[in-house]
């Protein structure tokens, strides 16, 4: 039975103790682009502060696989504002467009349904970046290879649960099978509709189902994920037809045209004998 995680953003506090825990679990370092150095000072200085958010982390990368983002909805006046938070990273895809477009087969689907790059066979070609929907996948300068969640592949091949899961002081995070977590899901939608609340989950049906997927109470774009997200492979047999087609009919204008102007050539010919 595969493996995944069901995220409930409702109670999602914002900690970032995934975060930290992932990087503590996968020995990952602080995302360069971060940090800068400044004069007198020995370590670096962080500098992307962007002053109208608490989300400084912005998005997944090579180093950071895990990213809580912070939804800060304000009004007009400032008098009415709401908060949500998400706990996001790889969706461990059951059709993974980053598998499909790996040359080398170094992207690798577990016997627990978990998604993995192999850092031994990858070499860094980058075609899997811009096949993942969702923008998880990144390369790294430092290795020269791609890099994202392994689902904590280690620890789940040794009965453990994932790491950000295990640090999850509220439980938004669960880790377990897919089909145990979705009847989880589907209770907390009931409930959360019963109090009148705009409750949905986020990975059922989106590009064939996703192994980590996520209950919203607000539209996916709010949390930063695509409404209707397309696993590029998926349009290689249409666009591949279309060609086929648009060949096939440009060639028979082609001979219709030929035809017309070798009768005209023979109609002229016979005129002049």
């Known amino acids: 039975m595969p493996k995944g995680m069901f995220i409930d953003t409702t109670i999602c506090t914002g900690c970032k103790s995934c975060q930290v825990a992932c990087k503590q679990w996968n020995g990952l370092s602080a995302e360069p682009a971060h940090f800068g150095r400044k004069p007198g000072v020995s370590y670096p200085v962080a500098h992307n502060f962007t002053g109208d958010s608490y989300d400084n982390t912005g998005s997944l990368s090579a180093t950071d696989w895990r990213h809580v983002r912070f939804v800060e909805q304000i009004d007009e006046p400032r008098t009415q504002?709401?908060?949500?938070?998400?706990?996001?990273?790889?969706?461990?895809?059951?059709?993974?467009?980053?598998?499909?477009?790996?040359?080398?087969?170094?992207?690798?689907?577990?016997?627990?349904?978990?998604?993995?790059?192999?850092?031994?066979?990858?070499?860094?070609?980058?075609?899997?970046?811009?096949?993942?929907?969702?923008?998880?996948?990144?390369?790294?300068?430092?290795?020269?290879?791609?890099?994202?969640?392994?689902?904590?592949?280690?620890?789940?091949?040794?009965?453990?649960?994932?790491?950000?899961?295990?640090?999850?002081?509220?439980?938004?995070?669960?880790?377990?099978?897919?089909?145990?977590?979705?009847k989880r899901a589907d209770a907390r939608v009931a409930q959360l509709k019963s109090k009148g609340e705009k409750a949905q989950v986020y990975g059922y049906d989106e590009a064939d189902g996703l192994n980590v997927f996520y209950l919203f109470v607000d539209g996916p774009k709010v949390y930063g994920q695509p409404e209707h997200p397309i696993v590029p492979q998926r349009r290689l047999v249409l666009c591949s037809l279309v060609t086929i087609l648009t060949a096939l009919g440009i060639g028979a204008a082609a001979l219709v045209s030929f035809r017309e102007r070798l009768n005209g050539t023979s109609e002229e010919g016979r005129h002049e004998s």
């Open 81 to 182: 504002k709401r908060w949500l938070f998400s706990s996001d990273s790889c969706k461990h895809c059951t059709d993974a467009g980053c598998l499909n477009a790996c040359p080398t087969k170094a992207i690798q689907r577990t016997d627990l349904g978990n998604v993995v790059v192999q850092q031994d066979t990858c070499i860094g070609c980058k075609f899997c970046i811009p096949s993942c929907p969702y923008g998880v996948i990144s390369f790294s300068e430092e290795t020269g290879t791609a890099r994202k969640c392994t689902l904590c592949n280690d620890r789940i091949h040794n009965g453990l649960g994932t790491a950000c899961a295990k640090a999850c002081p509220t439980g938004s995070i669960r880790f377990g099978e897919v089909a145990d977590l979705r």
